[in-house]
């Protein structure tokens, strides 16, 4: 295991921001946000980021291609940019985890080549938690807070940080860097045990009862005050969907993809109109797709990583907590 | 008040004075309660609550709720009470279908009030007179009320329910809390200084529509920003001008109907204070029209949809920046 002093951490990025650039969790505007490091920017003092490490492999609004007209002349560009080898540092377990079920969607035949791309590129150096939420349920979905993955797993005790590579990617990367040798001290893991959701059970709405859950009376309560926003999706590290629109630029279009989300009343919108034609329908997409269709295409595994995001920014409290909690009850 | 509120919902529902119930609903901590419409006594004793933390503005629920078959009881704070009165100037609530109940107000709490004390992993509060005892996974620590009030509350207009059925508590006055003074601190800044301010903050902004999902003037039933057919439908924004035009937009189209009741900045899961955009539309119109404000009452003009020959011809062009 490698170790680096705390107090020098600002050397640290340097060193890594001169041979590739480094993205870290930083305050923009008061806000936790992953941005790339310049000499100077600190590390967030808040757990998590609000927007999650997604945004890195998966952007908001990217261009997919252009089409450029000339009187009869269409010209066909490709604006995908070459993607330079990168470092992001500070991801979180349930982050990291996130990119296991972003892989399975994008990285699947035929694979998605700008996700790879940037997949590809990056190194991810993961940071070990040591301060939950109160809404962290990570633990609960099998994952280990303090033994996060990617490329390198880090862990802050004391005055030091302490790093361990976990793929060749990350040893090339570690090995590049001046650091010393150290093994870390075992860590207080109590707090974990007092986590208030620390005894969800996300697994048990499995797919034999698929039509079950989809017909639970319980959807039109839970939905009821949804306001359609899209905040959960958008701030959710597993949601995935995107929406593909063409942009009239006078002398030819520019295609783009953007996230879109299924709280949306477009969302899937057909030539015959919709299927999702109230709030009931599309409230039920997202908790159905997390609980109940991803585990059964993914051998059970549940489409979320228990971040708690969906539980601090929806606007009206509702979330999949509630939802799992909400359907269990009836035990159909 | 908690008791209060909820024998009143039960005894609504058992009377059969009302079909349903809007109110707040408990959630896993003390915080997230979520707006619930009840149907029976016994669920309202069950899941209702009434504290500090209901901060959720139940009026626009009612443009919806209002349509239903029968009766529907609301629970009301004083700043919710604009919105309610507005959206009826709105013609978007049908009154008769309505039993409006006004809660006095003291000022809401707001975990992220809390938050902002740099309180972490907060599991429980416990209030005793003026101070609040907050439980953490890292311990208590207690800390003035006051410090614990929701954002909108500590510029409250007024404490004043503005239109209901029943009051359950006095009924307030308004105040006279310095609602301008942030929007003035921003017209001193030079016009780089205050772009530099709007584009850090409207920067940060992820199109999740929550502000505008939320607010009870925006209630028309496709906006354009989701219409296919507008020519300006905007799912994310692609650029500084893009991000930018979606809020100015939205202020101007609820310019004279904004009531100033602040639930966008509390929905907002980037806290961008979009509250200060508002109140410099109001200040604004003030200014040139003569005092307003939106839901005070039923009968005064909206400045926006009223025209005299006197009315000011203000520009930004002519007087160079705008209204000072
Ligand atoms: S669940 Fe909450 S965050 Fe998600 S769309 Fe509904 S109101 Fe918005
Ligand atoms: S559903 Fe909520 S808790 Fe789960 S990964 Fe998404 S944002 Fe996080
Ligand atoms: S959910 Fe787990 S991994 Fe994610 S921030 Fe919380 S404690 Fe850390
Ligand atoms: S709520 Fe905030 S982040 Fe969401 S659209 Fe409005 S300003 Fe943007
Ligand atoms: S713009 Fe904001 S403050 Fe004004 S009515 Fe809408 S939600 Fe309330």
């Known amino acids: 295991m490698k170790k680096w002093e705390l107090s020098r951490l600002q050397e640290l990025f340097e060193a890594i921001a001169a041979q590739e650039p480094l993205y870290i969790p930083t305050d923009v505007s008061g806000q936790p946000t992953f941005a790339l490091w310049q000499p100077g920017m600190a590390l967030t003092r808040e757990l998590n980021t609000v927007r999650s490490a997604k945004d890195l492999f998966f952007p908001q609004v990217e261009e997919l291609v252009k089409f450029k007209v000339e009187g009869k002349k269409i010209q066909v560009l490709d604006p995908q940019v070459q993607i330079r080898d990168q470092v992001v540092f500070g991801v979180r377990a349930c982050d990291a985890r996130s990119f296991d079920i972003l892989d399975s969607v994008f990285l699947a035949e035929p694979a998605d080549t700008y996700y790879r791309d940037r997949r590809a590129h990056t190194t991810v150096m993961t940071l070990a938690c040591t301060h939950p939420e109160e809404s962290c349920f990570c633990t609960s979905l099998g994952i280990d807070p303090q033994a996060p993955g990617g490329d390198v797993s880090c862990w802050i005790e004391g005055e030091a940080l302490y790093l361990n590579a976990n793929t060749p990617k990350g040893q090339a990367l570690l090995s590049r860097l001046p650091l010393d040798e150290g093994e870390k001290p075992e860590a207080d893991r109590s707090v974990f045990d007092r986590l208030p959701l620390k005894d969800l059970d996300l697994t048990r709405f499995g797919e034999k009862k698929l039509l079950d859950w989809f017909h639970s009376p319980k959807w039109g309560e839970l939905s009821q005050s949804c306001l359609g926003c899209g905040t959960c999706t958008f701030v959710c590290p597993t949601c995935q969907c995107y929406d593909i629109r063409d942009f009239d630029t006078g002398h030819g279009v520019q295609r783009f993809r953007c996230w879109d989300s299924c709280m949306y009343s477009d969302f899937t919108m057909m030539a015959h109109g919709t299927n999702r034609p109230t709030q009931l329908e599309r409230f039920r997409q997202r908790f159905m797709h997390k609980l109940v269709y991803y585990p059964a295409d993914h051998g059970g595994q549940v489409g979320c990583v228990g971040c708690g995001r969906c539980l601090r920014k929806c606007p009206i409290s509702m979330n999949i907590v509630k939802v799992a909690r909400a359907l269990g009850e009836e035990e159909v | ?324």
């Open chain 2, 1 to 324: 008040m908690q008791e209060r509120v909820i024998e009143k919902a039960a005894q609504l529902l058992e009377s059969g004075a009302c079909a349903r119930v809007l109110g707040w609903k408990t959630g896993e901590f003390f915080y997230d309660v979520t707006p619930a419409v009840f149907t029976s006594a016994q669920q309202v004793r069950q899941e209702m609550v009434f504290s500090p933390f209901c901060g959720a503005n139940l009026s626009k629920y009612l443009i919806a709720e209002s349509r239903k078959e029968g009766k529907v009881g609301v629970f009301l704070k004083p700043c919710d009470s604009f919105s309610f009165v507005q959206l009826q100037k709105e013609h978007r609530i049908l009154r008769e279908n309505v039993y409006a109940v006004g809660v006095q107000c003291q000022g809401m709490s707001d975990i992220e009030a809390l938050k902002a004390l740099g309180l972490r992993g907060i599991t429980a509060v416990q209030a005793e007179e003026d101070r609040l005892t907050v439980s953490t996974l890292y311990g208590e620590k207690t800390v003035a009320l006051e410090e614990a009030l929701s954002l909108r509350c500590r510029s409250c207009k007024s404490r004043a329910l503005h239109d209901c059925d029943e009051l359950i508590g006095d009924q307030g006055r308004d105040l006279d809390t310095d609602r301008f003074g942030e929007v003035a601190r921003l017209e001193a800044m030079s016009p780089e200084e205050r772009f530099a301010f709007w584009r850090s903050q409207l920067s940060k902004c992820i199109r999740c529509n929550a502000c505008r999902n939320v607010c009870p003037a925006c209630s028309c039933e496709k906006c354009v920003f989701d219409d296919p057919n507008s020519g300006v439908q905007n799912k994310a924004a692609a650029d500084p001008f893009e991000e930018d035009l979606f809020h100015i937009i939205r202020a101007f189209h609820v310019a004279g109907r904004c009531t100033d009741c602040g639930e966008c900045t509390r929905v907002c899961p980037q806290h961008i204070p979009l509250h200060l955009l508002n109140r410099k539309l109001i200040k604004d119109m003030n200014a040139l029209y003569g005092p307003y404000q939106a839901g005070s009452d039923f009968d005064s003009k909206p400045p926006m949809l009223t025209f005299t020959q006197e009315d000011p011809e203000a520009s930004i062009i002519t007087e160079g920046r705008g209204i000072q």
